[in-house]
């Protein structure tokens, strides 16, 4: 079974010192992925410090990835507080450059409630012919939606393409699942949720770690799908045992640009202020469960 689909990267952003994007560590990194059998990509993401791009850097990262690489399929992230907002980043990527589609966390800052995303999703749905996914990351927004927003969005509008759920609870996953229908494509974040997610009928994984060991993923959805449960199994032990590099006290973007540059594949750590780049100190820790754990970069 093709699981290209189910298996999308959300990009780090690589830098320069002085923070300006390094569009030639970009290519060779994506170039990396795609050799590995990745086809679906996540430019602007939470992996890729999504606030702090603007949107004219977005679009050239998109476009990079259309020059780079053939047949894949580009999904952005819009990050935003609000629908004029999130329109008029839609409105300059649509000018500007070839996606299939959005991913669009919920608005932050304020705790807004059912009706109120029902109306912004409803706003973005209305005015795009793209596919939307939603993003649901309540560590950064604070916002949990409740599971019935993605259903009576879907009942009206066809382009709500599915959502993708970074929050380490498999109950509100069930809750999800129990409420939308086939065609919903429902993604994890969570690299601990990626075969559970499978397990109770979910459509695929978005993992940061996927920039480090996109094989590993790939891997474990073909033996699945394979019916090859008991290797699937094996692979996700493997995969729960590397997430041990996130108990380094920094932010996960931080972690996995260090432990690409620890790898020498072409990224270097730096990332943009506030967020605080990983301390030298942690090097042999990280490369110590990446070394023992890490056989599908």
Same mark, same amino acid.
Do not use: W
């Given at each position: 079974m093709?699981?290209?689909?189910?298996?999308m990267?959300?990009?780090?952003?690589?830098?320069?010192?002085? $923070?300006?994007?390094?569009?030639?560590?970009?290519?060779?990194?994506v170039?990396?992925? $795609?050799n590995?059998?990745?086809?679906?990509?996540?430019?602007?993401?939470?992996t890729?410090?999504?606030?702090?791009?603007?949107?004219e850097?977005?679009?050239?990262?998109?476009?990079?990835?259309?020059?780079?690489?053939?047949?894949?399929?580009?999904?952005?992230?819009?990050?935003?507080?609000?629908?004029?907002?999130? &329109?008029?980043?839609?409105? $300059?990527?649509?000018?500007?450059?070839?996606?299939?589609?959005?991913i669009i966390p919920?608005?932050?800052?304020?705790? $807004?409630?059912?009706?109120? &995303?029902?109306?912004?999703?409803?706003?973005?749905?209305?005015?795009?012919?793209k596919?939307?996914?939603?993003?649901?990351?309540?560590?950064?927004?604070g916002?949990?939606?409740?599971?019935?927003?993605?259903?009576? &969005?879907?009942?009206?509008?066809?382009?709500?393409?599915?959502?993708?759920?970074?929050?380490?609870?498999?109950t509100?996953?069930?809750?999800?699942?129990?409420i939308?229908?086939?065609?919903?494509?429902?993604?994890v974040?969570?690299d601990l949720?990626?075969?559970?997610?499978?397990?109770?009928?979910g459509?695929?994984?978005?993992?940061?770690?996927?920039?480090?060991f996109?094989?590993l993923?790939?891997?474990?959805?073909?033996?699945?799908?394979?019916?090859?449960?008991?290797?699937?199994?094996?692979?996700?032990? &493997?995969?729960a045992?590397?997430?041990?590099?996130?108990?380094?006290?920094?932010?996960?973007?931080?972690?996995?640009?260090?432990?690409l540059?620890?790898?020498?594949?072409?990224?270097?750590?730096?990332?943009?202020?506030?967020?605080?780049?990983?301390?030298?100190r942690?090097?042999d820790?990280?490369?110590?469960?990446?070394n023992?754990?890490?056989?599908?970069?």
């Open positions: 093709d699981v290209s689909s189910r298996v990267i959300p990009l780090v952003t690589p830098f320069n010192r002085d $923070y300006s994007l390094d569009i030639e560590s970009f290519k060779l990194h170039e990396r992925l $795609y590995s059998g990745v086809r679906y990509f996540f430019p602007s993401s939470s890729g410090e999504m606030d702090r791009l603007g949107i850097e977005v679009a050239q990262l998109v476009n990079v990835l259309r020059e780079c690489l053939g047949d894949i399929h580009i999904y952005p992230g819009i990050f935003s507080h609000g629908v004029s907002e999130a &329109l008029s980043k839609i409105e $300059y990527l649509d000018k500007s450059c070839d996606v299939d589609g959005y919920t608005p932050s800052y304020f705790k $807004y409630g059912l009706n109120s &995303l029902y109306k912004f999703y409803s706003e973005i749905l209305a005015n795009t012919e596919e939307v996914i939603i993003y649901v990351i309540p560590s950064n927004t916002i949990l939606p409740e599971p019935q927003l993605f259903r009576m &969005l879907r009942e009206r509008y066809s382009n709500l393409a599915g959502v993708k759920i970074t929050y380490n609870d498999i509100y996953l069930r809750d999800v699942l129990d939308t229908y086939d065609g919903f494509k429902v993604y974040g969570s949720l990626s075969l559970p997610n499978l397990m109770l009928g459509y695929g994984v978005i993992p940061g770690l996927g920039n480090i996109p094989k993923y790939i891997e474990m959805y073909r033996k699945f799908y394979g019916s090859r449960y008991g290797d699937a199994i094996n692979l996700y032990r &493997l995969l045992k590397i997430t041990n590099i996130f108990k380094i006290p920094y932010m996960f973007p931080a972690v996995i640009k260090y432990t540059e620890a790898l020498d594949l072409g990224i270097k750590r730096f990332v943009r202020p506030p967020m605080e780049e990983v301390d030298d942690y090097r820790e990280i490369l110590d469960v990446v023992i754990y890490g056989g599908y970069i």
